[in-house]
């Protein structure tokens, strides 16, 4: 059976002068229009097309890809405004996706981007868009553990920090941090679990702790200084904002992981930037053997 509003395997059964139909199950024949059938597709072949309503509310596929499926959260833009129905969402196809009035959590304007979860209406069987996050969440209790890394989205900010959406499933707490990015909602990142808290509650964070964060950092610093030929422009003093952009961490992750490569002689600092070491290679001021004098003979 088709699932509408999500990518679908389906059989080329016969064609039209307007296209082919596809064997959707339940929904019965489904028209792909000729202009989405992909060159040297013959009958019986299976097509992955994505099955959504069009603009005259039949059921319809196509090989275009949307921005989300249904199930699937996504910051879209606001292209229209109808002020019987409710906003209207660019999601990558002819047909703009409808967010309704009972769907929204503050008014919209023309240009907007808001973050969505793609779903079938129960009652009229048409994909639309809400943005009460909440209303589609995993109700059971979480069972992340401390330190798993997860996938995130930033919903919005609050004094603490910033809520986020892990793993599409459950609402969390990224807590602001000393030097912190600056983030925004709808922006999808990876995080890790901090901690579990009663109520399932979830505090987050941008990075790893302790040596779990350290260890994968110092091979990744060690590897980006080897392909750049030895340095890198990076250290104590960098911007925060520089540091994520390159490792993707936090200056304290990141001084943290230098500390350890210099404290190991595996780097040293030349201001600007870090420079990788051979520990074989002797440095200025380290003991050496002193060569060993030839051995007189005793007398006799």
Known sequence: MAELGRFNTLTVSHGTAHGAYLDGGEHGEILIPTRY??????LGDSL?????????????????RPLAQVGEFATLQVVGINRQVG????????????????????SLRVGDRVLVRL????????IIASARLNRHLE????????????????????????????EGAHMGLLH???????????????GY??????????????????????????DQILAKLKAA?????????????????????????????????FRKRQIEFIRPGIRQLNVADPKPGDWQPKPVSPRQPKGR
């Open 87 to 106: 906003a209207f969402l660019d999601w990558g196809l002819p047909k703009d996706l409808l967010l309704p009035f009972r769907e929204q959590e503050e």
């Open 229 to 261: 030929g030895g340095t890198l422009p990076f250290d104590d003093e960098s911007s925060p904002d520089a540091i994520r952009e390159a490792f993707g961490v936090s200056k304290k992750a990141f001084k943290q992981a230098t500390g350890a490569l």
């Open 139 to 166: 109700k059971k209790p979480p069972t992340y553990k401390p330190g798993q890394k997860v996938k995130l989205i930033i919903t919005r900010e609050t004094p603490l920090g910033y809520n986020a959406i892990v």
């Open 37 to 42: 059938i992909p060159s040297g597709t013959q």
């Open 119 to 126: 779903l079938v209406d129960p009652q009229t069987d048409r």
């Open 193 to 218: 679990v901090a901690a579990m808290r009663p109520g399932g509650k979830i505090d987050l964070s941008l990075d790893a702790s302790g040596y779990q964060r350290v260890a994968p950092l110092t």
């Open 48 to 64: 992955e097309v994505f099955v959504y309503r069009d603009s005259e509310d039949r059921v319809i596929a196509t090989t275009e």
């Open 176 to 190: 602001r941090a000393p030097l912190s990015p600056k983030l925004s909602p709808g922006q999808s990142l990876e």
